[in-house]
């Protein structure tokens, strides 16, 4: 949590932190069509990847079963409203259902240590997409479910979409920021820094591990229910997309798991990355976020933002060069 | 419960243990939840594939062959990239093992292409009668031969020196170290074993029905469920998790129906864990 | 009584590291622990504060059974340790550090209340002025920005004391906590343990220093094998043949009889 932006009397904090959400605002009325769309795809995978933070980078518990609690929000907003519910009560149910079944699941499966924990979620995404692809009869099964169109001309679906993405962009950010700053935020860190430690100095790591787990679960399908509006239809392999799951987990390892703007950060970078990708090449995707990953963990393992955030000294290329040296010999045999 | 049913699952579940072998020894001796097995496993299919279709020999011929050429990309891929983070928490290295898995994986997609190949097996549709039970030829072949692999390497493992000094570098790094274990070329030769197995079991796969890149897609963590079912660090854990898992997923299809086929070893997996994470024969807790 | 140990033993598979330990502990008491290298002095520690499940005997804290407590359960009574193998939070600020341990801690709050206020930022803001108020006893003010793994060694083990205080703690169980520091940084770490026991709280100290243990307890344990030898006022318990046959360190014993009027606790 510390910052040289914690340094900044109040009046500029808010300066600051005006001209982005500013710029973000007007966006889509000086731009139109596929900037737009392009715009609200990384705002999503921001808010995903803030999310994903909460658990996996702030305790340490990474989740590789986001594409489960994705699916769950993007057929259970759709369903929900193919019965004729309003979209954003539908989203609101859609992530109930996704934090009751956290509630469910989790509890036995956040006991276990982190590398089984990890495949656990693994499992449990898989299997939950499983089940939503047998559910023929509501759920439309291997051939998909079709969403109630937004009655509007594609310019204002574009608009609209990407005002209700910010929006909730936004109560992410902020619902992140009260996290960090209360006791849950310090309880997931002690949790990720020594769990036993943790237990002593008189936090119920369970509980805490749960809330999280909920809380993210929940904020998840939300998203993920919006994310299914736009689209209009889904079949199980678009919902639940283990593609994506590893793109956000890489977003958030990139910039930085376990900081406020890491995921941000790692958002935008990894998005704008992967679309260049998409354009060009088309099927050597898979292969370079791969190759990312790696490379990440063998020379960044605590992301980019680790560069600015933690230092004593300040960012040059050759302390640049230092960290990478540092953390290239961190783990190595 | 028809017999077909019960042999189908036990022949499958032979290749099973063989893949849940080679991962529970990269797993058993240096911590790694390795989940590019599944991609060595591929690999290994396409080896076979592409030497029985350019030089006409028999597949069965060709598993020496792949074992061979596997061990060696595991040895490379382990001294030359996975050394390099092989210190990092598990979490970390399942992440980048995924990596290299997705690497793999689209490599085989732009060599080989998306599309399904067959390997040419001689005597492909022949089968043998037990009872009222038509067991095919080529799988009861392919159990025979999984066996067999899995059973070497117990003996490997146990009764080689090479063997001993794995089991020391598992028990103890420091003291293996000090001892004068060579910590980087045993973990290479490990990996490269496990590799050699996955390949193996690859070989055996692409024997028994089409393949593609993505033919080990659900493998890794099939072999982590069989591991926690059979019980981590043992071996005959390991068999028997094989052979149950291969019984399971059948006679549970002929059940629970065909979509819900994929989803038995991630379903069990979870299970176990909540409900007996020692597995049946495992000694150490988590 | 704040504390009695009943018949406590705790065996791991075949071996048996405490065995049938018995002693009581008065309010306000500093108890030193002492005994030769693995006679079973952290494991009883972690018997107290709940690391480890006991396999038999019980342990009362205030006059009720809390061997079926968790960790954290203990830690909510007032029950705070520092560990053995310094276990700051490495990569937190010394700040952040004893922020945690005050935001936890002794409190009374059931499950519910703290599910619905665990997001609540006021609880930090007042355990932010306790920190500050901490680390200014414990004498890391100027280094609160530091990361603890990046703290001197006296630094993190007085980090470790800071947190056990801010978990505003009724007990205060200390594992070797002077180990490698030099003599004038035990000299202060004696001082700050001094004023802590002066201040109400019960300490039970683990400790290899001889001067520090006989220096300022009001009275020794003495562990050898897992058992209870000796119990008793500091001067007896170094002249105590037992002791000096399990652990030959009677003549450091011998040397600091008395010390600065310390006096002993009656029951």
């Known amino acids: 949590m510390i910052s040289k932006y914690r340094g900044l009397k109040p009046v500029f904090r808010y300066i600051l932190l005006a001209l982005p959400i500013a710029f973000l605002i007007l966006y889509p009325t000086v731009l139109h069509g596929y900037p737009v769309r392009l715009a609200t795809t990384i705002i999503m995978y921001v808010t995903f990847s803030q999310i994903w933070n909460i658990l996996g980078g702030f305790a340490g518990y990474l989740s590789l079963g986001l594409m489960g609690f994705i699916g769950v929000g993007a057929y259970g907003t759709g369903v929900l409203m193919n019965m004729g519910i309003n979209v954003y009560i539908s989203m609101f149910l859609a992530g109930c259902l996704a934090a009751v079944i956290a509630a469910v699941i989790g509890l036995p499966i956040l006991r276990l240590k982190s590398g089984y924990f990890m495949v656990a979620t693994f499992a449990v995404a898989f299997v939950l997409r499983e089940i939503a692809s047998n559910m023929n009869t509501i759920t439309g099964g291997g051939s998909g479910l079709a969403l109630p169109l937004i009655d509007m001309p594609i310019e204002g679906i574009n608009r609209y979409i990407y005002y209700a993405m910010l929006l909730m962009a936004i109560v992410v950010t902020f619902i992140c920021i009260r996290i960090s700053k209360s006791s849950l935020g310090y309880g997931l860190r002690a949790i990720k820094e020594n769990e036993d430690a943790a237990n002593v100095l008189g936090i119920n790591t369970t509980v805490y591990k749960s809330v999280a787990f909920i809380i993210s679960s929940f904020l998840v399908a939300t998203i993920a229910g919006m994310y299914a509006y736009w689209l209009t239809f889904i079949d199980p392999l678009s919902a639940f997309d283990s593609n994506m799951s590893i793109l956000i987990i890489t977003m958030t390892m990139v910039g930085g798991a376990g900081t406020l703007i890491g995921p941000i950060v790692g958002g935008i970078l990894i998005s704008l990355v992967s679309e260049v990708i998409w354009s060009n090449f088309l099927e050597l995707h898979k292969g370079i976020l791969g190759i990312v990953l790696i490379a990440t963990v063998i020379f960044l393992p605590n992301g980019i933002v680790d560069l600015f955030l933690y230092r004593e000294e300040k960012l040059t290329w050759k302390t640049l060069g230092k960290v990478i040296r540092e953390n290239y010999e961190k783990y190595r045999l | 419960m028809s017999l077909q049913a019960v042999i189908s699952g036990l022949l499958l579940g032979g290749i099973y243990a063989l893949v849940a072998s080679g991962f529970s020894l990269i797993s058993g001796v240096m911590k790694v939840l390795n989940f590019s097995h599944g991609a060595l496993m591929m690999l290994g299919a396409y080896s076979t594939y592409w030497i029985t279709v350019t030089f006409g020999i028999d597949p069965l011929l060709t598993i020496p062959i792949s074992m061979a050429i596997l061990f060696v990309i595991g040895f490379l891929l382990q001294k030359y990239v996975l050394n390099l983070i092989i210190k990092a928490p598990i979490y970390m290295t399942l992440i980048f093992t995924y990596g290299v898995d997705m690497i793999l994986v689209n490599a085989a997609i732009v060599m080989w292409t998306g599309n399904m190949r067959t390997v040419p097996v001689p005597n492909a549709g022949a089968n043998i009668l037990f009872f009222d039970a038509a067991v095919p030829v080529t799988r009861l072949i392919t159990f025979g031969i999984a066996l067999l692999v899995t059973v070497f390497l117990y003996i490997v493992m146990g009764r080689t020196h090479f063997g001993k000094a794995i089991t020391a570098a598992r028990m103890d790094l420091d003291a293996a170290m000090l001892v004068g274990v060579n910590i980087s070329n045993t973990y290479a030769i490990t990996f490269g074993i496990g590799a050699a197995l996955a390949g193996a079991a690859g070989s055996l796969l692409s024997m028994l029905g089409p393949i593609s890149p993505n033919l080990g897609a659900l493998y890794s963590t099939r072999a982590f469920a069989i591991c926690i079912l059979g019980g981590t660090g043992s071996m005959i854990g390991v068999l028997v998790g094989g052979l149950l898992m291969g019984l399971l997923e059948t006679i549970g299809a002929s059940y629970i129906g065909a979509g819900f086929k994929d989803a038995i070893p991630f379903a069990l997996l979870i299970l176990i864990l909540i409900i007996r994470p020692r597995g049946i024969f495992g000694k150490e807790f988590f | ?267």
């Open chain 3, 1 to 267: 009584m704040i504390m009695q140990v009943v018949n406590a033993t705790k065996s791991f598979g075949g071996l048996t590291a405490v065995d049938n330990v018995s002693f009581n502990v008065e309010k306000g008491e500093l108890l030193g622990v002492i005994g030769p290298n693995g006679s079973g002095k952290t494991t009883l520690i972690n018997l107290i504060s709940g690391t480890h499940p006991i396999t038999s005997g019980d342990i009362l804290y205030n006059g009720s059974s809390i061997k079926k407590y968790a960790p954290y359960q203990r830690a909510r009574l007032g029950i705070a340790r520092t560990f053995q193998v310094v276990k700051p939070l490495q990569d937190l600020t010394a700040e952040d550090n004893i922020m945690t341990a005050a935001l936890f801690g002794r409190s009374k709050s059931n499950l519910a209340q703290e599910v619905f206020s665990c997001m609540s930022t006021k609880p930090a803001k007042i355990a932010y002025v306790q920190t500050e108020n901490i680390l200014e006893r414990i004498g890391l003010q100027d280094q609160k920005n530091r990361f603890a793994r990046n703290l001197t060694l006296s630094g993190q083990k007085r980090l470790a004391v800071g947190q056990a205080l801010a978990m505003n703690p009724q007990l205060l169980l200390l594992d070797e906590v002077v180990a490698g520091l030099n003599l004038s940084e035990v000299e202060d770490m004696m001082g700050l343990i001094t004023t802590i026991n002066n201040e109400g709280v019960t300490v039970i100290m683990i400790e290899h220093i001889m001067k520090v243990v006989m220096g300022i307890s009001h009275r020794v344990i003495v562990l050898d094998r897992g058992a209870l030898i000796a119990n008793d006022l500091p001067e007896l318990v170094a002249h105590d043949p037992h002791v000096i046959a399990a652990y030959l360190g009677s003549r450091f014993g011998n040397k600091n009889k008395g010390g600065e009027g310390h006096e002993h606790f009656r029951s």
